[in-house]
């Protein structure tokens, strides 16, 4: 497709279910970044992916929290036993490359996450 | 640590009015200065970004932002506001130049227009 791509875009879950989101980024896009939105907290980076270096998990709220992105382009984010707090919007982007001078990032429409 | 704040989490103006969003950062050294939007469930979407040279950036849709290194500010602004404005902006900076591991956004600040 034209842009990133997310599913599900809503997801309504069972406190301590596992969860798993999908980001499709701009093809030929070599770096992808997943980012949590939660009401009144703006943008939470969690992770960062470029090309075939190791990711950046620094912002990964904990344990339950991973990522994984396959042949260098689809990326899953996993949550594993489900917190009311993870409730928020994941949103993934990607850009041409990993510098945020001259690269442009688009953000897909995110994963929206409700957790009951 | 970077930090970014955004002064005001609304802001309304008239239709028509000037536009301004204030936007602060805490730096020592230069910083890469982004201002993007986000309309009712999309995705965010760049509005025009500051790295080097001209202090006064032009983006789409009308909007331009200032960098003012001696007040750490990156304050957006539209001479007339339009309805289709309505939105939520987003303030970010990076310091590194590298990596989303550099890109800090502030909490948001959501544009009401009156008619």
């Known amino acids: 497709g034209a842009g990133v791509s997310q599913s599900p875009s809503n997801k309504v879950t069972e406190k301590g279910k596992d969860v798993e989101l999908r980001c499709d980024p701009i093809?030929?896009?070599?770096?992808l970044y997943w980012y949590r939105q939660s009401l009144g907290q703006g943008l939470e980076f969690l992770i960062y992916?470029?090309?075939?270096?190791?990711?950046?998990k620094s912002g990964l709220p904990s344990d339950r929290f991973s990522a994984e992105r396959t042949g260098g382009s689809v990326s899953t984010l996993t949550i594993q036993r489900t917190q009311q707090e993870d409730s928020a919007v994941y949103l993934c982007?990607?850009?041409?490359?990993?510098?945020?001078?001259?690269?442009?990032?688009?953000f897909g429409e995110g994963s929206w996450l409700t957790v009951v | 640590a970077q930090s970014v704040t955004q002064l005001g989490s609304h802001v309304s103006v008239s239709e028509g009015a000037l536009v301004l969003l204030r936007c602060n950062y805490s730096?020592?050294?230069?910083?890469?200065l982004f201002w993007y939007v986000q309309y009712p469930n999309q995705g965010l979407q760049l509005l025009l970004k500051?790295?080097?040279?001209?202090?006064l950036v032009k983006g789409i849709n009308g909007f331009e932002a200032e960098f003012k290194k001696s007040e750490t500010s990156f304050h957006l602004t539209k001479p007339s506001a339009h309805m289709s404005d309505a939105a939520e902006y987003f303030c970010?900076?990076?310091?590194?130049?590298?990596?989303?591991?550099?890109?800090?956004f502030g909490k948001g600040t959501h544009l009401i227009i009156q008619p």
């Open positions: 500051y790295t080097t040279g001209a202090t």
């Open positions: 093809s030929g896009h070599t770096a």
């Open positions: 730096s020592s050294v230069p910083p890469y």
């Open positions: 992916f470029q090309g075939n270096s190791a990711p950046d």
């Open positions: 970010a900076v990076s310091y590194s130049g590298g990596g989303a591991d550099g890109l800090t």
């Open positions: 982007a990607s850009s041409l490359g990993g510098s945020v001078s001259g690269n442009t990032i688009y």
